[in-house]
C-alpha cells in the first residue's frame, strides 16, 4: 500500500512562546489545459468540505462550476460567512504519494473575478478524501520531525 | 474550518514593494532557528533546521499572501506575488519549466 509520511509543521508564537502546529500537503492539480498545477493545503480534520478561494483556481485555470450553489453560505467562527460556493471537484495527485488520480469534492468559494477579503487558505477537508486516502497523526518527535509526522496511505 | 491566529507583534518585513528572487533570511528569524536547534535537539536535523528557517521567512515576508515559490538549497525563491502575477507566470510559463514551484498562502 502507497504510504507517505510528511512532517507536522511548527509555529512559535513571538508573544507567547506557544508552539502552533498544522499539516500541510501539497497536491497537483489537473487544469483545464490537462496540465498539473501545484498548490499546498492545509490538512484541516475540522473542515467538512475541501474549500479553495475561487480566485485561485481561476488563476490557476482549473475547471470550476460557472454558477454557485443558491443559499450555500460558509459558516465562519464568529458568524455565517457570506459570499458565493461553487460545488465542483478537484482532480489530484499526491505527490510522492503515487500516481492516482484522485477525484476529491471541492467548495471554490468567494468571487472567482475578486481577490478575497479575508486570506483563506486552501483546506482539505475530511468529504471525498478519507475515503480514499486514510491520514494519521502521530506527534512522536523522530530526527527530521520534531513536532511529528502525518502519515498518508492509499486506501 | 480552519482557525489561525496571527501574530501582530510578530517581525515582519514591511518594504514598500514584495521582495522576488532568494529572500535574505532576517536575522530576527536567525534567532528563533538557533533557539529551536537548542530546543528541539536532538531531532532538529539539518533537513528540519531549513525546513523551518524557509517556513519563518515565508511567513515574515509573505503571511497571508498568495505566492508562487520554490524551496532551493540557497533558501526559498519567490517567483510570483499576487493573483495577477501569478496569473500572468500559469499563463506564460509551462507547469513542466517550473516543477518545483508551489502556489498558496503560507
Not at chain 1, 500500500?1 to 492539480?29: F, H, N
Not at chain 1, 483545464?32 to 492545509?42: D, G, I, K, L, V
Not at chain 1, 490538512?43 to 485561485?56: C, H, I, L, R
Request: glycine fraction near 8%.
Amino acid at each position: 500500500m502507497p504510504s507517505l509520511k510528511l512532517p507536522i509543521l511548527g509555529k512559535t508564537l513571538w508573544l507567547t512562546g506557544d508552539v502552533l502546529l498544522r499539516a500541510e500537503l501539497t497536491l497537483l492539480l489537473r487544469t483545464n489545459q490537462q496540465t498539473w498545477e501545484s498548490a499546498f493545503f492545509r490538512v484541516d480534520p475540522g473542515t467538512e468540505m475541501t474549500t479553495m478561494p475561487a480566485s485561485d483556481a481561476k488563476k490557476l485555470d482549473l475547471p470550476m462550476p460557472q454558477n454557485p450553489v443558491p443559499g450555500l453560505v460558509m459558516n465562519l467562527p464568529g458568524g455565517q460567512g457570506t459570499g458565493e460556493v461553487r460545488a465542483g471537484i478537484i482532480r489530484a495527485q499526491v505527490p510522492g504519494l503515487d500516481n492516482t488520480e484522485h477525484i476529491f469534492p471541492c467548495y471554490f468559494v468567494g468571487d472567482p473575478n475578486q481577490v478575497p477579503p479575508t486570506t483563506p487558505k486552501n483546506l482539505l477537508g475530511l468529504s471525498g478524501v478519507v475515503d480514499k486516502i486514510r491520514i494519521t497523526f502521530d506527534g512522536t518527535a523522530v530526527p527530521g520531525c520534531p513536532y511529528g509526522q502525518m502519515l498518508l496511505e492509499k486506501i | 474550518m480552519a482557525l489561525e491566529f496571527r501574530d501582530l507583534t510578530a517581525p515582519r518585513w514591511n518594504g514598500t514593494s514584495p521582495p522576488h528572487g532568494l529572500l535574505p533570511v532576517p536575522p530576527e528569524v536567525e534567532q528563533v532557528v538557533a533557539r529551536e536547534k537548542v530546543r528541539l535537539q536532538p531531532f532538529m536535523d539539518q533537513a528540519a533546521e531549513q525546513r523551518t528557517r524557509d517556513d519563518l521567512t515565508l511567513q515574515y515576508y509573505f503571511e497571508d499572501t498568495l505566492i508562487a515559490y520554490r524551496r532551493t538549497p540557497q533558501g526559498v525563491e519567490v517567483v510570483a506575488v499576487g493573483l495577477d502575477e501569478i496569473g500572468e507566470l500559469v499563463k506564460k510559463i509551462p507547469p513542466e519549466q517550473r516543477p518545483d514551484v508551489v502556489i498558496g498562502r503560507p
